[in-house]
């Protein structure tokens, strides 16, 4: 299960030094937490995230704001700070050179046989990323998942 640390608590140094040293292996209670996240996802779409968004991130959304429309995308983009955006830019073209060279090729080749063998790489049909912190900004989150996804197709 999540757990919750509140740097204004008087207990927060302790909690924070207990988290970083506890065990990170594989839980039975994580997988189980993930399976309830994405039952419910499947079961109930957008109503089950914008549930979890509050739950988790503490963030109200609706179903109309759920999706950022290309005109909040521009705007932002307009207000952005020009070396914040070089330098996210920088990063995005970084990442995407590298997965770019990660990217296998299809192998095909006949064996002695005269058998045609091989292996063809394809990309997944869709994807879906989540970026935590309904109040924070993780922008090295999205361009380290999104980039590899747009290299993959």
Do not use: C
């Amino acid at each position: 299960m999540p757990t919750r640390l509140d740097a204004s608590h008087a207990t927060f140094e302790a909690q924070f030094r207990a988290f970083l040293g506890a065990k990170r292996e594989a839980s039975v209670e994580v997988d189980e937490a993930v399976r309830e996240i994405i039952a419910r996802v499947r079961a109930d779409g957008d109503a089950a995230l914008i549930a979890m968004t509050e739950k988790f991130d503490r963030v109200s959304l609706t179903a109309e704001t759920l999706r950022v429309s290309d005109e909040e995308v521009e705007a932002a983009a307009r207000e952005a700070d020009a070396d914040v955006v070089a330098a996210l830019t920088f990063a995005h073209d970084r990442i995407r050179r590298h997965h770019e060279r990660q990217r296998p090729s299809d192998d095909v080749y006949t064996d002695d046989t005269g058998t045609t063998l091989g292996a063809r790489w394809t990309a997944v049909e869709a994807v879906g990323l989540y970026v935590p912190g309904g109040r924070a900004s993780y922008p090295s989150s999205v361009l380290m998942n999104a980039a590899p996804a747009q290299v993959a197709g």
